[in-house]
């Protein structure tokens, strides 16, 4: 059965600071994505991490997948307030299972 | 280019009766998932169609019930409605099989609000 654990499922933190939010995952999946959700808004991809080693970058975001690993990183730089949102991870093709999703707020 | 379109975005229903959600997708989409969103148990899979056909299905019981149309159109429908069916239900299309565009990114409309009393 294939379970998706993201950590930490809430985060609070100031602005200017560095955190990671990971993704593991219990069977083998060569993608992964990341999406954002504002509260009371649909989701918006992120990131689409198709292979092993694959990173993106997109502004204070970076995403990073180690298929080995079962692993995915959602790292963020110098954090802002305009990044808080939830943010959900989601191996496979067809998004079968997905993570619970890390609340982020982020404090001016 | 229009994005995935859902009708209605808020409705109100009572116990037992039955309710239709409407998803247009992204023109040249032909894949259509739909997906349900709680606050107690995130978001859950609910099926996937494309071109006409159920490709996959989670784990709901048989009231919830789906379809596409030949414009890749789709809807859901949920019959017998119970208190905890009351959620987000999401619609997301996908670019076309093969190619360099299909990579499975999903996008999404911004969900019909079913509350359920």
């Known amino acids: 059965e294939l379970k998706v654990e993201q950590n930490p499922l809430f985060l609070s933190m100031q602005e200017g600071k560095n955190y990671t939010i990971y993704c593991n995952y219990s069977?083998?999946?060569?993608?992964l994505y990341w999406y954002r959700q504002d509260p009371g808004k649909s989701l918006e991809s992120l990131f689409v991490l198709l292979s092993n080693g694959a990173v993106k970058q997109e502004g204070r975001l970076m995403a990073s997948l180690d298929t080995k690993a079962r692993l995915s990183t959602l790292h963020i730089t110098a954090a802002v307030h305009d990044l808080s949102a939830t943010y959900f991870c989601?191996?496979?093709?067809?998004?079968?299972?997905w993570g619970a999703g890390t609340k982020l707020i982020i404090k001016p | 280019k229009a994005g995935v379109t859902q009708t209605p975005r808020y409705l109100i229903k009572t116990r037992g009766q039955q309710v239709t959600l409407s998803c247009s997708p992204i023109?040249?989409?032909?894949?259509v998932s739909w997906y349900q969103q709680t606050p107690g148990q995130g978001l859950q899979f609910l099926f996937e169609?494309?071109?006409?056909?159920?490709?996959n299905k989670g784990n709901f019981p048989g009231r919830f019930s789906g379809r596409q149309f030949s414009n890749s159109r789709s809807e859901m429908n949920v019959s017998t409605l119970e208190l905890g069916d009351s959620a987000l239900y999401l619609c997301a299309s996908s670019s076309p099989e093969g190619g360099t565009s299909n990579t499975g990114e999903l996008f999404f409309g911004e969900g019909s609000r079913l509350t359920v009393l």
């Open positions: 989601a191996p496979e093709n067809y998004q079968l299972i």
């Open positions: 023109s040249g989409h032909r894949s």
């Open positions: 069977t083998t999946s060569d993608r």
């Open positions: 169609y494309f071109s006409e056909t159920q490709r």
